[in-house]
């Protein structure tokens, strides 16, 4: 036995030093040896942070926020780019403002970015705003930030005109750049005498209380989370049931947090 012992501890020995010889030649982090859908993956850091603005009654530009306008559908907010289409978009994330925000280690606009969803440095891009243009106006387009260490204008801004609406609710031409930070938003006005029926986007604490605690809180939001991106029928997270847990019971979960 002690023979065969020995063998084995040899060429366990052997074999971590193969590893390590690997890791030291090509500065591969060691877990991404045991995922080979990230094996050729380069970190390449982008921090985005979107919002949207309104003009309130006395003529001020503010925060847009669902507690202030608690007849706006959450839903009839949100952001499209090169990757993400309007029937598949970017809800934002940092509800009760409309606001959203994401750190990513590759250049994604998404909270949690697959390949499909991921840019190559250097790809140009867009990001739109999809919003109810029945009940609001976009005034102008801000972009605060668009740049990186070694680049200081990565984006082309569109003039203020209301008479360019069209226009402005697409920020065009971002140039996308390692470590780069995108500050950006848009700024809108309701339109005059606009009367809104009251809808609710926030599931009931039925739908939302998954782990049956009685309550809609953080653990139920881990829920969604751990089913992220999954396709089956009656997934714990898919609070809209389509069969798919993604952004938009993200958002719906958050929506029902955070009016609590």
């Known amino acids: 036995m002690k023979p065969l012992m020995l063998v084995s501890s040899v060429l366990g020995t052997a074999f971590i030093a193969v590893i390590i010889s ?65 029937d598949q978009p970017l809800y934002f994330n940092a509800i009760p403002l409309l606001e959203y925000n994401v750190t990513s280690k590759l250049l994604s606009f998404s909270l949690l970015p697959r390949v499909i969803d991921t840019y190559q440095k250097g790809d140009t891009t867009f990001l739109t705003l999809n919003y109810p243009k029945e009940t609001y106006s976009i005034i102008k387009q801000e972009i605060e930030t668009c740049s990186s260490p070694k680049h200081q204008d990565l984006c082309t801004s569109t003039e203020d005109s209301t008479e360019l609406n069209d226009s402005i609710e697409t920020i065009r031409n971002i140039t996308l750049d390692c470590n780069m930070t995108l500050h950006a938003g848009w700024v809108v006005q309701k339109h005059p005498h606009m009367n809104i029926q009251a809808q609710s986007a926030a599931p009931t604490i039925d739908q939302c209380d998954l782990n049956g605690d009685g309550a809609c809180n953080t653990f139920d939001l881990f829920i969604v989370l751990d089913n992220y991106g999954k396709e089956a029928p009656n997934l714990p997270g898919d609070l809209n049931n389509d069969n798919t847990v993604n952004a938009l019971d993200y958002t719906l979960m958050t929506s029902r947090i955070s009016l609590l």
């Open 22 to 86: 690997l890791l030291l030649q090509t500065n591969t982090p060691l877990t991404q040896f045991s995922r080979a859908d990230t094996s050729s993956t380069i970190e390449c850091p982008m921090n985005t942070s979107l919002y949207v603005h309104e003009i309130n009654s006395e003529g001020q530009e503010v925060p847009f926020s669902l507690d202030k306008n608690p007849s706006t559908d959450v839903l009839a907010w949100s952001i499209s780019d090169g990757l993400n289409p309007s």
